[in-house]
């Protein structure tokens, strides 16, 4: 909060500024929203860099590049074309850093916090915006944007093309996607793009052969330790989440949730773990692929005390994808597994096995 105050006496009702580029748009009262880029406020190289990018910068570095952002809000309906719909577009769609000429009616030094989408210092209410500076445009985004397809299948295309799930959340809420193309609030679109293209992952997954042996890979950021099993068989995906006391969404208890699907999915929303489970999810299909290998997968998370503040879903995604550059310890049997993932995690390892649906299953792989 002082961070973000202090930023806010500097700050005049109209700026001349970049943005990563970054969009974001509320949920609030939908189909009329808020809209609109996030500028930068303060100079942070680190600001104008990818969330992905932010893995391995410590908490305090996070914090501040994201008080450096401050939030353009104009309230639009998604269903309607608006001039700043268009300028959110161009925005979106540019591969570098756009500069942005912008008059508020109005400055709020309150941070907005979410557990999907990073911090964001600042908002202002706009009066007008200009996009001072010519984005730089991809000729293969706009190729596969520009014909008429459902939203999914550009999203596949994109990813397949080397598009990261950033991206293309980004292109889908700024309207950029789709056959009638419509804002959609940046919650729904990070959860959106991680659940497409890991179902598009998955029917891959389902064709490979089973893994022979036992996995496990381990890996910690911002007080978020993540310990990764990999047990043959076909694909079943499960994850724990195990809040500490004093963390975000614990503040004063322990908690523990499990989400799961078995080898045909989920048709469900996985509502005590939210776009946590989908981001998770998206980076063990990945990994699967680049393996081509099936297996039954259980994911434990344990948040500590020391993260307080949410900065996203990245956070879990990339931390998992990291996890997967270490070489991975091998097991010849479950319980040899467990035992070594129980002397990583804070929990008793029976507080997981009893809730689990995989692990309570006996196979050969148990002894």
């Known amino acids: 909060m002082s961070r973000v105050k202090s930023v806010a006496k500097t700050l005049k009702k109209e700026i001349y500024s970049q943005t990563p580029p970054s969009v974001f748009v509320g949920r609030e009262n939908y189909p009329r929203v808020f809209t609109g880029p996030l500028l930068l406020a303060c100079e942070n190289t680190l600001a104008l860099k990818t969330p992905k990018e932010w893995y391995g910068h410590s908490y305090h570095e996070i914090l501040e590049a994201c008080s450096s952002l401050l939030r353009v809000k104009k309230k639009v309906d998604v269903r309607y074309p608006e001039k700043i719909r268009e ?31 990073h911090p964001i210092g600042m908002s202002g209410k706009l009066e007008k915006i200009a996009v001072a500076s010519n984005p730089k445009v991809s000729q293969k985004v706009e190729k596969i944007l520009e014909d008429e397809l459902k939203a999914s299948t550009q999203a596949i295309m994109l990813y397949e093309k080397g598009y990261d799930v950033y991206e293309i959340s980004r292109f889908l809420s700024a309207g950029c996607m789709g056959i009638e193309k419509r804002i959609v609030p940046t919650r ?69 949730t499990v989400e799961r699907e078995s080898f045909r999915g989920r048709t469900s929303y996985a509502e005590e773990q939210g776009g946590g489970y989908y981001a998770a999810r998206l980076a063990i299909c990945e990994q699967l692929v680049k393996m081509k290998k099936q297996a039954s997968v259980v994911v434990f998370r344990e948040i500590y005390k020391g993260y307080v503040i949410p900065v996203g879903v990245w956070e879990i995604r990339e931390t ?35 809730r689990s649906s995989i692990l309570s299953q006996k196979t050969l792989w148990n002894f």
């Open 320 to 354: 998992i994808r990291k996890a997967f550059e270490k070489s991975a310890e091998k097991f010849s049997s479950i319980s040899e597994a467990l035992k070594a993932i129980s002397q990583r995690l804070r929990v008793p390892i029976e507080e997981y096995v009893k």
């Open 87 to 117: 300028s959110v577009k161009e925005i979106a769609l540019s591969e570098k850093p756009v500069y942005i000429e912008a008059k508020f009616s109005k400055l709020f030094a309150l941070p907005k916090f979410s557990a999907f989408f």
């Open 188 to 256: 729904w679109s990070i959860t959106a793009a991680d659940d497409v293209i890991a179902n598009y992952l998955r029917e891959k997954i389902l064709k490979f052969p089973e893994i022979s042996e036992i996995l496990v890979w381990s890996n910690e950021h911002l007080d978020n330790h993540f310990e990764i099993l990999f047990i043959p068989g076909s694909w079943r995906f499960e994850q724990f989440e195990a809040w500490f006391p004093g963390s975000y969404w614990s503040m004063h208890r322990f908690s523990i």
